[in-house]
């Protein structure tokens, strides 16, 4: 399995437009993870979806940031609109839903908001 | 509600030395621990998991990690750092009904000079 796979790897955008994070999760993997990384936060997860259903998202900042997942091999986080502060490197994870199991990351996308 | 705390943000070293990075959890129930990796520009790795029975957990890469329930503790540790170990260690929590959801630490830059 190619592990899961993010794009872009990198997404520089003007404030106010619309930016979409894609990801594909591993073969298999019914637990899907989107987590923001910043210097000043660390690592905040946004929102998790069990076999397709989204369980929590008291982490997305506000009405701003979306998250789909319309099938078992797609996942999408949206912006709408970008501000400068949502600047950050967003990973997505996935994992079996079994407690204990641990979450396998992609390479995270860099997003710049100018 | 579960949280983790690391104690040292940077934590430089001599190659070659021994090294421990510290976490402390905390949980009002059952736990599951793992040691996450993250080099320069890529995503996390899993390095160790702590789920049950012995607790002294060897992972990859000469790592190995205590259990303490007393001490709610999951420290890290290497007997001999290499240049190559020099990344970003984050320690992270779920607790045993999870379906998966990690509470990540805010990392530890592991810094080895030669």
């Known amino acids: 399995d190619a592990g899961v796979i993010q794009s872009p790897r990198h997404e520089v955008t003007e404030m106010g437009q619309e930016v979409t994070l894609r990801c594909k999760p591993i073969s298999g993997h019914n637990s899907l993870f989107w987590y923001r990384q910043t210097m000043m936060r660390g690592l905040e997860l946004l929102i998790y979806?069990?076999?397709?259903?989204?369980?929590?998202d008291s982490g997305m900042p506000e009405d701003r940031f979306s998250a789909k997942m319309p099938n078992a091999s797609f996942s999408t986080l949206k912006i709408q609109p970008s501000e400068p502060r949502d600047s950050a490197v967003y990973f997505c994870?996935?994992?079996?839903?079994?407690?204990?199991?641990?979450?396998?990351f992609g390479q995270g996308t860099r997003l710049t908001v100018v | 509600a579960q949280s983790v705390t690391q104690l040292d943000s940077q934590v430089p070293v001599f190659e070659e030395a021994p090294v421990e990075l510290r976490c402390n959890y905390s949980?009002?129930?059952?736990?599951?621990l793992f040691w996450y990796v993250q080099y320069p520009n890529q995503g996390l790795q899993l390095l160790l998991k702590?789920?049950?029975?012995?607790?002294l957990v060897k992972g990859i890469n000469g790592f190995e990690a205590e259990f303490n329930k007393s001490q709610t503790s999951f420290h890290l540790r290497k007997p001999s750092v290499h240049i190559s170990d020099t990344a970003e260690y984050f320690c992270a929590v779920t607790h045993g009904g999870s379906q998966g959801n990690l509470i990540f630490g805010k990392g530890t830059k592991l810094s080895v000079k030669p």
């Open positions: 702590y789920l049950s029975g012995s607790t």
């Open positions: 949980s009002s129930v059952s736990v599951y």
């Open positions: 994870a996935s994992s079996l839903n079994r407690g204990g199991t641990e979450a396998f």
């Open positions: 979806f069990n076999n397709n259903v989204p369980i929590d």
